[in-house]
Each structure stands twice: as structure tokens, then as C-alpha cells.
T-cell receptor
Framework: DAGITQSPRYKITETGRQVTLMCHQT?????MFWYRQDLGHGLRLIYY???????DKGEVPDGYVVSRSKTENFPLTLESATRSQTSVYFC??????????????FGNGTRLTVT | DAKTTQPPSMDCAEGRAANLPCNHS???????VYWYRQIHSQGPQYIIH???NNETNEMASLIITEDRKSSTLILPHATLRDTAVYYC??????????????FGSGTQLTVLP
């Protein structure tokens, strides 16, 4: 089915472990985004990508790494997970950027718990 | 950034119209008004957006005042499945060639049976 999918849906990991959250979209959208959502903070942008091999930091990038070797995939890696990274992570995509007003389309999120 | 003000919560009877207000008095001329909603445990869902004119789609209507300092999202016949947090956003941040959306706290709409 067309859309944006995230995996896994739920993940529990230990402090210090590396963990990768996957995001895949079938629309061939140029732009992809990673947000985290925490109580009291709303949605905060971690990283975004304008196209394959082009990525940039958002509001809260520390502790995260992204890559975009293919247009349809935008994985998010926590290199050494910390408890403060316990959150719900949302991936999003949009058709265009810059002056475009095309909306963002979100996945259903990955709930990550770091113990 | 243009800031938005939304009531933290609202109730609406099932089958009635839900009118969700948003104030954005510092909006600039080229900023669009976007509405998203988030149903519990799901990702935010795009609803509608507009610049100056009122807009309507299969989900909702968006009414923007003439001075563009406020807007109202209208769900014409609310159902229980419309219970969600509704976000009004008037700022996207071009950063280089990319764009972002900044989400505020939103309005928790509860549709009552």
C-alpha cells in the first residue's frame, strides 16, 4: 500500500545500545523528517532531508544520526541510547520544500523506551 | 515566528458541528495556516490549509478572517472518531532549501455521544 511506514512500532533497548528506527515512504517525496514527541514539548524536529544524500539538523539533533542513500528510506540511528531519548518518534515526508506549501504526511510512530 | 493560540480543550456533541478557533495575530503575508490532528497513539494527520480564502475539503472547512489574524476549523458533523488533538500551525521555517512545521500544544477535542 502507498504511504509512509515506520518500524518497529515498539522498541525497548538498554542504555548505551545502538538502535535504528526505520522509515519508508512510497510516494517518492523529496523531503523527509524525523520528529520526537514528548509530554510538555509537543513535536520537535530532529533531522530532515531535502533529497537523497542531503540531510540537515533540526531543533534537537544531538545523539542522533541519519542517512538517506535512497529517496524512499530515511533511517534514524541512536548511536548510544540514553534514557532521555525515551520518546515517540515520528517520520514524515512532503512532496516539495522551499516555498512549496505541500503538507507533511506522518507515519504512525515508533515508541522507544530506553532502560 | 508567528505564534498560535488555541484553547486547550473543547467538547462537542456527536453529529453537531465542531468549531475550533485559532489566533495567529502575528502572521505574515506569505504564511499559510495549516491544520493537523493527532488521534491517540497515531501520527499527526493533515487536514487542510489555506492562505486567504476559505477552504473546504472532504474532511473539514477552514475559515480565515479577512485580516488573517485568526481562523476556525469546522468539522461539519463531528463523530466519535474525530476525538483528537487539533493543531493550528502558521509557520513553516525555510532553512536552506528545506521546510519545517512547528507544532504547538493544540486543542483536545472530545466528541461526546
Amino acid at each position: 500500500d502507498a504511504g509512509i511506514t515506520q518500524s518497529p512500532r515498539y522498541k525497548i533497548t538498554e542504555t548505551g545500545r545502538q538502535v535504528t528506527l526505520m522509515c519508508h515512504q512510497t510516494w517518492s517525496h523529496s523531503y523527509m523528517f524525523w520528529y520526537r514527541q514528548d509530554l510538555g514539548h509537543g513535536l520537535r524536529l530532529i533531522y530532515y532531508s531535502a533529497a537523497a544524500d542531503i540531510t540537515d539538523k533540526g531543533e534537537v539533533p544531538d545523539g542522533y544520526v541519519v542517512s538517506r542513500s535512497k529517496t524512499e528510506n530515511f533511517p534514524l540511528t541512536l548511536e548510544s541510547a540514553t534514557r532521555s531519548q525515551t520518546s515517540v518518534y515520528f517520520c514524515a515526508s512532503s512532496e516539495q520544500g522551499g516555498n512549496s506549501n505541500s503538507p507533511l504526511h506522518f507515519g504512525n510512530g515508533t515508541r522507544l523506551t530506553v532502560t | 515566528d508567528a505564534k498560535t493560540t488555541q484553547p486547550p480543550s473543547m467538547d462537542c456533541a456527536e453529529g453537531r458541528a465542531a468549531n475550533l478557533p485559532c489566533n495567529h495575530s502575528t502572521i505574515s503575508g506569505n504564511e499559510y495556516v495549516y491544520w493537523y490532528r493527532q488521534i491517540h497513539s497515531q501520527g499527526p494527520q493533515y487536514i487542510i490549509h489555506g492562505l486567504k480564502n476559505n477552504e473546504t475539503n472532504e474532511m473539514a472547512s477552514l475559515i480565515i478572517t479577512e485580516d488573517r489574524k485568526s481562523s476556525t476549523l469546522i468539522l461539519p458533523h463531528a463523530t466519535l472518531r474525530d476525538t483528537a488533538v487539533y493543531y493550528c500551525i502558521v509557520r513553516f521555517k525555510p532553512s536552506g532549501s528545506a521546510r519545517q512545521l512547528t507544532f504547538g500544544s493544540g486543542t483536545q477535542l472530545t466528541v461526546l455521544p
